[in-house]
């Protein structure tokens, strides 16, 4: 029995897998993954002995992990409902997910609580796929101005006791938050977060770059989505995107589809904050993986999908989240925006891994770690995933 309750049975998934590209110390080299117990066991030289799998020259490297995603497959984690959860774990490593955090959105309490109590109980009562590394509470600690879809109805000021309300529902899985530093008074909730080992990340905020420096000076370490639901950079007010860019060691989330924020940009950010601390997300929605057409909503408000795959509230043009597949953003940052590939594939693998604190285990490819392993086609099709050694293709 796995720590969060997940089965993985003596023997299942004990293999040898190998391939002239494996991505090892941030570099290809050829190797082979001795998998036991769902742990990388140890690394080898290629062909050194016999092995199950031969990827060839395959691109095999860490699993993916999106730490802000709201859902998939006409799911959405404020749904509340168990089995929708649990066919998206199952379902999600299609695209190279190996650790997810299901991601609020903001709603009234009840509803709000209903998700994350949900999140909790599928992990006690178990699941497969990708592993649930705690939740992203997402509002409703936000600013009314840059609230983007986010509903304005319930939209509250931080606060402590209601925070600790939600936790108590969530079992503790609650590991990272988005809040608008700004109306933290006194930064009581995000200092109570730090002390509680929960990830601060100021987002969908008016703040100024002071503010938003004072934010961190208080416990805050990560960005929500730059670029988007924030002050904008101007020379003479650098506002939160400029704080994302100056403040280089601080994570800053980044969503990859090309139409949240322009290739250009996305260079010009990553070019700024280098290869340790940016963090790819999806920021998906429920109408990803689900046919053309349909009628969806986000926090109890229509949205519509555009050709692009950008969805929208209903009637306007005010972006509501994406449809973005992980190993499609990664060839985007990579063969689009030009980013390094190291550093691109450190955005979905070591460096979420790292804000979280969960990189003693999670995303690398080294003797100890969880057996979360990719295996790419030259096109960024995904030909397998491993999810802590179980084949999910």
């Not at 509250?156 to 988005?178: H, R």
């Not at 700004?182 to 930064?187: A, R, S």
């Not at 994406?322 to 450190?346: H, Y």
Request: aromatic share 8%; hydrophobic share 35%; proline share 4%.
């Amino acid at each position: 029995m796995r720590g969060d309750n997940q089965v993985l049975r003596k023997g299942e998934g004990d293999m040898i897998l190998q391939s002239r590209r494996v991505w090892i110390g941030g570099q290809f080299l050829e190797a082979q993954l001795e998998i036991l117990d769902g742990k990388i066991q140890a690394v080898y030289p290629y062909g050194a002995k016999a092995a199950d799998e031969d990827y060839g020259c395959r691109r095999v490297v860490p699993g993916f992990i999106d730490i802000h995603t709201h859902g998939a497959y006409g799911f959405d984690t404020n749904d509340g409902e168990p089995q929708g959860l649990r066919d998206w774990m199952r379902r999600i490593p299609e695209e190279g997910v190996t650790g997810i955090l299901p991601t609020t959105v903001t709603q009234m309490p009840e509803v709000l609580t209903k998700a994350v109590a949900n999140v909790a109980n599928v992990v006690k009562e178990g699941y497969e796929g990708a592993q649930i590394l705690g939740i992203h509470f997402e509002g409703p600690y936000l600013d009314m101005d840059y609230k983007g879809a986010q509903p304005p109805e319930a939209i509250a000021e931080p606060s402590v006791e209601q925070f600790k309300m939600y936790q108590e529902a969530a079992d503790g899985l609650i590991k990272y938050i988005t809040l608008a530093p700004e109306h933290d008074k006194d930064f009581a909730l995000t200092k109570y977060c730090k002390e509680t080992g929960v990830v601060v990340s100021m987002g969908h905020s008016s703040a100024t770059y002071e503010q938003a420096m004072m934010g961190i000076a208080n416990g805050a370490t990560s960005m929500t989505h730059v670029f988007n639901g924030m002050t904008a950079f101007h020379h003479r007010k650098p506002g939160l995107v400029g704080t994302a860019m100056r403040v280089r060691d601080i994570y800053g989330e980044v969503i990859t589809d090309g139409c949240h924020s322009h290739l250009a940009a996305l260079n010009d950010y990553v070019t700024a904050k280098g290869r340790d601390f940016t963090i790819m997300i999806t920021d998906s929605l429920r109408p990803k993986h689900c046919p053309p057409g349909g009628d969806y909503d986000l926090g109890g408000h229509a949205i519509e999908i555009s050709e692009t795959g950008l969805a929208y509230l209903k009637g306007t043009t005010t972006i509501a989240g994406s449809t973005m597949n992980m190993n499609k953003g990664l060839k985007i940052m990579v063969e689009k925006a030009l980013i390094p590939f190291d550093t691109a594939l450190n955005s979905c693998t070591i460096n979420p891994a790292r804000c979280l604190g969960v990189d003693d285990r999670k995303g690398k490819l080294t003797a100890g770690y969880d057996a979360d392993v990719v295996v790419l086609e030259d096109d960024y099709t995904v030909c397998q995933t491993y999810c802590r050694g179980k084949k999910m293709l």
